[in-house]
C-alpha cells in the first residue's frame, strides 16, 4: 500500500512551520548559551561585546565567588527542604479538595467551589496576610515559606476537571458496590490513576517554591532560614553597592566581579529545575490540555 503523497500546499506549510520553528528555538535557545558562555568568560570581554555566543578568555572566578560564600550552600539546603516540605503539603490539600468537589454526590460542592473561585479576586491583601500568619506564631519560621501558600485554587480547578474527565464514574460505582470506602478509594484507586496529573502539580508547586523569595522577604530575618533566592539577592545586591562606593580603579574592578558573579549566579539558580523539567515535560504537557478543558 503506497503512502499518501503530500500535495503541494502541504509541502508550502511544513516548510513554513519548520522554518518558524527553527526560528523560536534560536530565540530561546541564543540568551541560555550567552548567559552560561558570559559565566565562565572574561568579564571585560563580555562587557565590550566581544563575546556574543561562546565563552572567551574562560575562567571560573564566578563560580568560584558563588560557591565559596558559605550562605550559598545553606540557602540551597533551605531552599531543597522548603520545595519538598511545600509541595508534598500542597499535593497533600489539593488532591483530596479536588476530588471532593469533582465528585457530584458532595452536597454544597458548587458553593464551596464559588468561594474558592472568589478568593482567586479578591484577598485580603498583604497586611492583613502578614499579620495573620504573625498571629499564628509561623514569623521567622520554616513553616512561613509553606503554610500560607499551601493551596493555589487555580492548581485544584485543574485536579478537579481531571479528576471528572479521567476518572471513570463506572470504576467507582463498581468499587462502592465491592464495598470499598470513599478514603480507601481514593487512595488505592484514584491516587494510582492519578499519576500525570500528581506530576504536573508537583512541577508547578516545586518550581512556585524553588523561586519564591517574597514571603521569605517579608517573613523571615534570620538569615539561617533564608531560601536560594534571597541569598542571590544579597548578594548582587551587596555586590553593586560595593561597587558603587569604591574608588574609581576598585570600581572598575568590582563592576566586572559582579558582572561575572550575575551570571554565575543565574546559572546556580535555575540549573535544577533545568534539569527536573525534561523527565515531567510529557506529564506537563498533559496538565497544560486539562487545564485547556471546562468542568
Same mark, same amino acid.
Given at each position: 500500500?503506497?503512502?499518501?503523497? @503530500?500535495?503541494?500546499?502541504?509541502?508550502? =506549510?511544513?516548510?513554513?512551520?519548520?522554518?518558524?520553528?527553527? /526560528?523560536?528555538?534560536?530565540? /530561546?535557545?541564543?540568551?541560555?548559551?550567552?548567559?552560561?558562555?558570559?559565566?565562565?568568560?572574561?568579564?571585560?570581554?563580555?562587557?565590550?561585546?566581544?563575546?556574543?555566543?561562546?565563552?572567551?578568555?574562560?575562567?571560573?572566578?564566578?563560580?568560584?565567588?558563588?560557591?565559596?560564600?558559605?550562605?550559598?550552600? *545553606?540557602?540551597?539546603?533551605?531552599?531543597?527542604?522548603?520545595?519538598?516540605?511545600?509541595?508534598?503539603?500542597?499535593?497533600?490539600?489539593?488532591?483530596?479538595?479536588?476530588?471532593?468537589?469533582?465528585?457530584? @454526590?458532595?452536597?454544597?460542592?458548587?458553593?464551596?467551589?464559588?468561594?474558592?473561585?472568589?478568593?482567586?479576586?479578591?484577598?485580603?491583601?498583604?497586611?492583613?496576610?502578614?499579620?495573620?500568619?504573625?498571629?499564628?506564631?509561623? /514569623?521567622?519560621?520554616?513553616?512561613?515559606?509553606?503554610?500560607?501558600?499551601?493551596?493555589?485554587?487555580?492548581?485544584?480547578?485543574?485536579?478537579?476537571? =481531571?479528576?471528572?474527565?479521567?476518572?471513570?464514574?463506572?470504576?467507582?460505582? !463498581?468499587?462502592?458496590? @465491592?464495598?470499598?470506602?470513599?478514603?480507601?478509594?481514593?487512595?488505592?484507586?484514584?491516587?494510582?490513576?492519578?499519576?500525570?496529573?500528581?506530576?504536573?502539580?508537583?512541577?508547578?508547586?516545586?518550581?512556585?517554591?524553588?523561586?519564591?523569595?517574597?514571603? !521569605?522577604?517579608?517573613?523571615?530575618?534570620?538569615?539561617?532560614?533564608?531560601?536560594?533566592?534571597?541569598?542571590?539577592?544579597? *548578594?548582587?545586591?551587596?555586590?553593586?553597592?560595593?561597587?558603587?562606593?569604591?574608588?574609581?580603579?576598585?570600581? !572598575?574592578?568590582?563592576?566586572?566581579?559582579?558582572?561575572?558573579?550575575?551570571?554565575?549566579?543565574?546559572?546556580?539558580?535555575?540549573?535544577?529545575?533545568?534539569?527536573?523539567?525534561?523527565?515531567?515535560?510529557?506529564?506537563?504537557?498533559?496538565?497544560?490540555?486539562?487545564?485547556?478543558?471546562?468542568?
Amino acid at each position: 500500500m503506497s503512502a499518501i503523497k @503530500d500535495t503541494k500546499q502541504d509541502r508550502i =506549510f511544513k516548510t513554513f512551520n519548520y522554518a518558524f520553528l527553527t /526560528v523560536a528555538l534560536l530565540i /530561546v535557545l541564543y540568551p541560555v548559551i550567552y548567559i552560561v558562555s558570559a559565566s565562565i568568560s572574561d568579564p571585560n570581554l563580555v562587557s565590550q561585546g566581544k563575546m556574543w555566543l561562546f565563552p572567551k578568555g574562560i575562567t571560573f572566578e564566578g563560580y568560584k565567588r558563588v560557591f565559596g560564600n558559605e550562605q550559598i550552600w *545553606i540557602g540551597y539546603r533551605n531552599t531543597i527542604l522548603y520545595t519538598v516540605l511545600g509541595t508534598a503539603i500542597n499535593l497533600a490539600v489539593t488532591l483530596p479538595a479536588a476530588y471532593a468537589l469533582a465528585r457530584k @454526590d458532595f452536597a454544597g460542592r458548587n458553593v464551596i467551589m464559588a468561594m474558592f473561585v472568589f478568593t482567586m479576586f479578591f484577598s485580603g491583601g498583604l497586611i492583613p496576610t502578614y499579620l495573620l500568619v504573625k498571629g499564628l506564631g509561623l /514569623v521567622n519560621t520554616i513553616w512561613a515559606m509553606v503554610l500560607p501558600n499551601a493551596a493555589a485554587i487555580w492548581n485544584i480547578i485543574i485536579c478537579r476537571v =481531571f479528576f471528572q474527565v479521567s476518572i471513570p464514574k463506572e470504576l467507582e460505582e !463498581a468499587a462502592i458496590m @465491592d464495598g470499598c470506602s470513599t478514603t480507601k478509594m481514593f487512595f488505592k484507586i484514584i491516587i494510582p490513576l492519578s499519576t500525570p496529573i500528581i506530576a504536573v502539580m508537583a512541577l508547578f508547586y516545586g518550581v512556585g517554591h524553588w523561586n519564591n523569595y517574597f514571603n !521569605a522577604l517579608i517573613y523571615l530575618s534570620d538569615q539561617n532560614l533564608y531560601p536560594l533566592q534571597l541569598v542571590l539577592r544579597q *548578594i548582587l545586591v551587596l555586590q553593586e553597592m560595593s561597587s558603587g562606593t569604591a574608588g574609581a580603579t576598585a570600581m !572598575a574592578n568590582k563592576a566586572e566581579l559582579a558582572a561575572i558573579i550575575k551570571y554565575a549566579v543565574m546559572i546556580v539558580s535555575t540549573l535544577p529545575i533545568i534539569i527536573v523539567y525534561p523527565f515531567l515535560q510529557r506529564f506537563f504537557v498533559k496538565g497544560v490540555m486539562i487545564g485547556s478543558l471546562k468542568g
